[in-house]
């Protein structure tokens, strides 16, 4: 079985527990929303809450906005593979999301819980939405207010937030420096650092154990491709003033 059939199974519910766990649980008929929750250690629970996560926080970011557009679901199916016989099964748990009366907090929570241990796994979180947002070619105010209160339950100061914003602007258009999280002033050594770092953080084979499920791989060479593309111009750039 897939993980999204999973998504329809009282188990995975009781796996996750609390408010996430509640809307898989919703699905199969069952009510445990009073189930503690914490960091499950098993890979595969860690990568279902990563999921159930990103369409619950979808949801309530669409409502943020008041309108779900093709070109969202569309941008949904780019961040994850899912399989068409396997949608109906994500559309519940976003519509039981949508409709939940469980704030959007509630879910970032437990979700800043269970990942404590795993930051990079928050930020690909956080790209992930940011990936949706933007597929209209534009982040609604009120998605940018959404996601940057989330970033900040997940323990993101305002300068991290912006520096995985920036990698989310057009090539070209935004700031490179920004996105690798480093000054202008930085020498050259102290830029290929970062990018050397970041490059670490963001490898596939590292967040996959970490909790982010393979059908989501897509995050992460998006990512990837954002890293090296700001370093690239940042070197292009200091090779013109040599």
Do not use: C
């Not at 970041?198 to 998006?222: F, K, N």
């Amino acid at each position: 079985m897939t993980i999204w059939g999973k998504l329809s199974g009282a188990s995975v519910g009781l796996a996750v527990g609390g408010p996430l766990g509640a809307l898989v649980g919703g699905i199969a008929g069952h009510f445990i929303i009073d189930l503690p929750f914490g960091r499950p250690a098993d890979p595969q629970a860690r990568s279902l809450a990563f999921t159930i996560g990103v369409v619950a926080l979808s949801a309530k970011m669409a409502k943020a906005d008041g309108v779900v557009t093709p070109l969202e679901v569309e941008a949904f199916h780019e961040v994850f593979e899912v399989p068409d016989d396997e949608m109906a099964n994500v559309r519940r748990v976003f519509d039981l999301a949508k409709g939940s009366v469980a704030g959007f907090d509630a879910y970032a929570r437990q979700l800043a819980d269970i990942f404590a241990d795993a930051p990079e796994v928050k930020e690909e979180l956080i790209d992930a939405l940011f990936h949706i947002a933007k597929a209209d070619r534009a982040v609604h105010p009120r998605e940018r207010a959404f996601l940057r209160d989330v970033a900040a339950i997940f323990g993101f100061s305002e300068h991290e937030f912006a520096t995985i914003e920036a990698r989310h602007v057009a090539p070209g258009k935004g700031d490179p420096y920004l996105a690798l999280g480093v000054t202008r002033q930085a020498s050259d050594a102290e830029v290929a650092k970062a990018w050397r770092r970041l490059v670490q953080e963001t490898h596939p084979d590292r967040l996959i154990g970490q909790g982010l499920p393979a059908e989501a791989i897509r995050i992460a060479t998006d990512k990837l491709a954002a890293i090296n593309a700001a370093y690239e111009t940042i070197r292009a750039e200091r090779m013109r003033l040599k």
